[in-house]
């Protein structure tokens, strides 16, 4: 079976210190992967996504960059971090496209204060 | 620009009452458009719904579609108190990223 994987759960970072969030996934092979923010009481807002290695797709322009070094492997960076990065990050995956929809599936979250 | 708004923002409840929940959506090229539980971390998936006046049902749950008049709704019956969550509606577009638009989530809470 599939699964994913996103690691830390929490991080408190002070404001200008860099950001690397990482996600894997295990049990399927060539995923869609994606970024999203959850602000606080909001839905998710896409960041990124890739539809393989390498091939990164950005939705908001903003202070984060992503990439895609392996199959299922997703990292999200940023160089140096605003109090406006703090939120709830969430990465999932998902088959992908073809002829027939698919839903995404979603990590734990990682919860970022940046303070 | 795609817009995915869901109504309403916050709804409590008693147990054992009926809940409905709206998600409607102004977007182009949709392709499905789907429901997602979210308790603490994890959105957890619960329907996908493609074409029009076909219920999906799982146990106390059930999802329906107009895609005529572009809205869709969630509905729970006898809920109970581990139904407390946020539900999020999501909409699908053909694309190569089988990326998701959400809307900003209904936030349900069931008293005992």
């Known amino acids: 079976s599939q699964t994913i994987h996103q690691w830390p759960a929490t991080l408190v970072q002070p404001v200008g210190s860099p950001l690397s969030l990482e996600c894997t996934v295990e049990g399927t092979s060539n995923p869609n992967l994606y970024w999203y923010r959850q602000a606080a009481g909001r839905g998710l807002q896409l960041l990124f996504y890739?539809?393989?290695?390498?091939?990164i797709s950005s939705e908001v322009p903003q202070n984060l960059s992503a990439s895609r070094p392996q199959d299922r492997q997703f990292i999200l960076s940023s160089k140096k971090l605003l109090l406006s990065d703090s939120g709830f990050y969430l990465c999932?995956?998902?088959?992908?496209?073809?002829?027939?929809?698919?839903?995404?599936?979603f990590g734990q979250g990682t919860r970022l204060t940046v303070v | 620009e795609d817009k995915v708004v869901q109504s309403p923002l916050s709804l409590v409840v008693h147990e054992g009452d009926t809940v409905t929940l709206n998600c409607s959506y102004e977007v182009t090229n949709f392709r499905s458009l789907l429901w997602y539980k979210q308790e603490k971390k994890a959105p957890t998936f619960l329907f996908m719904l493609t074409s029009s006046g076909i219920e999906k049902k799982s146990g106390r749950l059930s999802s329906i579609l107009d895609k005529k008049e572009l809205f869709s709704i969630l509905n729970i019956i006898a809920t109970q108190t581990g139904d407390s969550a946020v539900y999020l509606c999501?909409?699908?577009?053909?694309?190569?990223?089988?990326?998701?638009?959400f809307g900003g989530g209904t936030r349900l809470m069931v008293k005992p």
């Open positions: 999932a995956w998902s088959v992908l496209g073809g002829p027939v929809s698919t839903e995404a599936f």
């Open positions: 890739s539809v393989g290695i390498g091939q």
């Open positions: 999501a909409v699908g577009f053909y694309d190569a990223g089988n990326m998701l638009t």
